[in-house]
């Protein structure tokens, strides 16, 4: 995999590559602990601390990754040959959704870190991170139209409605009793549904090219996602 002549963008980006896939394998993995098994329990607690942390390392390799496609799109990636179409998948989309992993993941741990005292989720790194998830967002939007390419119009519309989301919970006067359990569920069930959407989007690249980035293979992360959201939270409303 590694070639000891190649530059130095090309084995930065190898490297990255390699993180990506080890930490995002055992957070497909690990995901569904906590999903399906008994909430609040000691496996619950232990696993999804896990998922966390592997939803930190694999967004930001995945940052990495980015950032080398956009330093060199056609060394980075030498079997797509259409430079501006690599910078703007691969490069800028990437970087959002590498960012939206991330924004999720740390915001959703939080919550249940801080579920006694909401005063310790406006830290600063919370919300350096919605502001960067924004920018990120909005970039990716005018890169989307720079470039005429509508696909990459999906990433900013997930972005710019987590951070939405996130605010109003974060800055909202008054809060429910459950609130704080209903923001975990969807941050963490989120990053979830952000790394599935990778590995069949960019994973099937080198597989399946013609369904790598074909919308109906991302819906279905989305969809399964959504629906297990919605399911647990209206499980914890009509517990509260």
Request: proline residues 5%.
């Amino acid at each position: 995999m590694f070639d000891p002549n190649a530059p130095l963008v090309v084995t930065a980006f190898q490297l990255f590559v390699l993180l990506h896939i080890l930490a995002g394998s055992i957070g497909l993995i690990t995901f569904w602990v906590p999903v399906v098994g008994r909430k609040g329990g000691r496996q619950h607690k232990r696993w999804g601390l896990v998922f966390t942390r592997t939803m930190l390392a694999t967004g930001a390799a995945a940052l990495g990754i980015s950032a080398c496609t956009l330093i060199d799109p056609v060394a980075t990636h030498p079997h797509l040959p259409d430079a501006e179409w690599v910078r703007g998948i691969f490069g800028w989309m990437m970087q959002g959704l590498a960012l939206l992993t991330v924004n999720l993941a740390w915001y959703g741990w939080l919550c249940i870190r801080n579920k006694n005292d909401h005063r310790g989720n406006l830290e600063w790194r919370n919300l350096a991170l919605q502001v960067l998830l924004t920018i990120a967002s909005l970039n990716c939007a005018w890169q989307s139209y720079r470039a005429d390419i509508p696909l990459m119009l999906g990433m900013p519309a997930i972005g710019l409605a987590t951070v939405a989301t996130n605010l109003w919970f974060l800055f909202k006067p008054a809060r429910g009793r459950m609130d704080w359990l209903k923001e975990h569920i969807k941050a963490l069930v989120g990053a979830g549904i952000s790394v599935y959407t990778a590995f069949f989007a960019f994973g099937a690249v080198r597989t399946v090219p013609a369904l790598a980035l074909h919308p109906g293979l991302w819906a279905i992360p989305l969809v399964v996602g959504l629906s297990l959201i919605i399911f647990h939270q209206r499980t914890v409303s009509r517990a509260a």
